[in-house]
């Protein structure tokens, strides 16, 4: 999620279904923070870590082309599960980009974090937008996500989150109406075109997405809807008569998916849409392997679909 603040900030919040002190250690621990600290795709080293007012974060990152990031961060407040303040972005040849206040609260077991990032001018907060989205930045929330749930439940999942200027009633149909689903969700050079629809709890639809030389068919199953909150369904690849089938370009691909979608309101015309995806079902060794390493490309469909989505809102 992500609010608007004053003209020179970004403000990111995000909700974790762990407790505070497990998303503080997540989050301070070097061990932990090495699992999911950047955007997919990316490592780090923790070069040293001393973690008080006064003290600093000395660590490289390596990006995924093999370019490596030195990073220095300088602590300004340290309240263990409560709040740290530094200054992010430093190395030994540049200062800090910017300044970050992270908040930690506890809301029915679960923990809130804000983050504030504060920079000198408005220009400079989109600048920093475009970096952040360009490098895939704001999937590191996502990563803490799925690093937490795996800690907690052993179970592997992709998480993925978007904010969108639009009221929650709005966009919760645009994944229940299938004129609007059919115009943002297919993958960049697809179209897709619903044989049957019938988007209700227990309800399915078939379809089929044509387009770079392929045509591909899908089926999806409804089990829950809880307007406008969330929507819990599985999908399948299929062939034309509706009988299941492997993804096309991937034949490790699990058979059966889950999608959880949650819709939150941000405001009155904002709403943040968490997506969590995961196996279902039965699955070998191979298939789940094939996940795994697939989370990059998956960030990369979503975010395109994401884009197709903000566009068909702001069309509307």
Known sequence: MVEKNNA??????????????????????????????????????????????????????HGPDGVDYPNRTYYFEVEKCAKLVYDHGANDEQPALFRVTVLFSEIEGKTKTEMTIALATAEAVEKVRKIIKEAGGNSTWDRLAEYLEKQASGREKFVINRSFAAPLETVFEMWTNPKHVSQWLPPAGFEMQFVRADIKAGGSTFYVMTGNGLKMYGRVEYLKIEKPNSIVYTQQFCDENEKVSRHPMAPSWPETMLTTVQFAAEGANQTRVTVTWEPYGPITPEELQTFVKSKGGMTQGWTGSFDKLDTHLADR
Request: hydrophobic content about 35%; glycine content about 8%.
């Open 8 to 61: 020179n900030e970004i403000r990111i919040t995000r909700i974790y279904d762990a407790p505070v002190e497990t998303v503080w250690e997540a989050w301070t621990d070097p061990s932990q923070i090495a699992q999911w600290w950047g955007p997919r795709g990316f490592t780090i080293t923790t070069h040293s870590k001393d973690l008080r007012p006064g003290g600093s974060w000395v660590y490289t990152m």
